[in-house]
């Protein structure tokens, strides 16, 4: 470590597992301008953050942030953005970027995974496979089937256009409808025309932030509207589903499965009642994993350093949520 303080600071947290030292060299990469530096212990962090002018990592903690001087972004590596103390940020006019749209591609990939696992019946195959058991059963097809999308962002709009080559029939969900979307058809969040929606729905796909509108957007009476063989899949946030109401539907065969990626609480509980339905897949939040998340992020970041160090204006930043 250099005497003089770096302007680019990265700290230690890990994401999805993928170390952070691999994101702050791709950063060092991108800006040979500027003096990058990874923080490899808590005394690190607060020496290091002093004079830095952005701050990149997961999170970052108000004690942390008494030691900034010269503060001007924190560029969140995680696509949710509500657990940073945000107003503490806004009092010191530091604004915050995060890593929406990194996550897209890997995450329809993985819906993508779930739907064709549900409708051509994998999982039976691969356990008549474990009991080395050759005998028929029957499958369903995706084609023609009506897919709702709950979140037009990158995560919806990329899930849509991979859903494109299989013939369905797509609804979006979206707070302005006005603008339209990816999907056939575009419908907002107020009752009546959710209802229709879901009245029609073979597979509800939620991939929207939580919001007050979305947090327990899907409870008792959604699920008795979707219809009894409609399948499920959550890789937005776990509170956007009520997850008892989401239990006594699939226990009574309201609908006829789900896929999570994340729950409501998370982690899941090992006696948690949805482990043991088998109707229900549960993948422990790491559809956003990808070995091309760093670069992804160190591709935005970097051009948002490039921006805020040639203008020094926050207006134009990439992925801005506060300013």
């Not at 409501?264 to 790491?286: K, M, Q, R």
Request: net charge negative; proline share 5%.
């Amino acid at each position: 470590m250099t005497d003089t303080a770096p302007d680019v600071l990265v700290l230690r947290n890990k994401s999805h597992g993928l170390e952070a030292r691999d994101y702050a060299d791709l950063l060092v990469e991108r800006l040979p301008n500027h003096d990058v530096r990874l923080a490899t212990t808590t005394a690190e962090e607060r020496t290091l953050i002093k004079h830095a002018t952005v701050v990149s990592g997961v999170d970052i903690d108000e004690d942390l942030l008494r030691h900034a001087q010269d503060l001007q972004l924190f560029a969140g590596t995680a696509a949710g953005y509500n657990h940073l103390p945000l107003d503490t940020l806004s009092k010191m006019d530091v604004a915050v970027t995060n890593a929406s749209g990194i996550h897209a591609p890997n995450i329809a990939e993985q819906v993508m995974g779930y739907i064709l696992l549900y409708s051509r019946r994998l999982r039976e195959g691969l356990a008549r496979q474990e009991r080395s058991e050759w005998r028929h059963y029957q499958a369903e097809e995706l084609m023609g089937s009506t897919v709702t999308i709950v979140g037009l962002g990158s995560l919806g709009t990329a899930i849509t256009e991979r859903l494109s080559g299989f013939h369905v029939d797509t609804i979006g969900v979206r707070y302005t409808p006005a603008k339209g979307g990816p999907t056939d058809e575009v419908i907002g969040f107020d009752q009546p025309d959710l209802e229709s929606a879901l009245a029609r729905t073979d597979y509800l796909i939620v991939a929207a932030p939580l919001t007050d509108t979305t947090r327990g957007l899907l409870s008792e009476e959604e699920f008795m509207t979707l219809p009894s063989d409609a399948f499920v899949v959550n890789v937005g946030r776990g509170q956007i589903i009520d997850t008892d109401a989401l239990v006594t539907a699939l226990r009574k065969n309201h609908i006829d499965g789900a896929a999570l990626d994340v729950t409501d609480p998370e982690p899941l509980p090992s006696d948690h009642p949805l482990w043991d339905l088998e109707n229900v897949l549960i993948t422990p939040h790491n559809a956003g994993h990808s070995p091309k998340h760093w670069d992804r992020l160190a591709t935005i970041v970097a051009e948002n350093v490039a921006t805020l160090t040639e203008t020094g204006r926050v207006g134009s930043l990439e992925n801005l949520v506060q300013s």
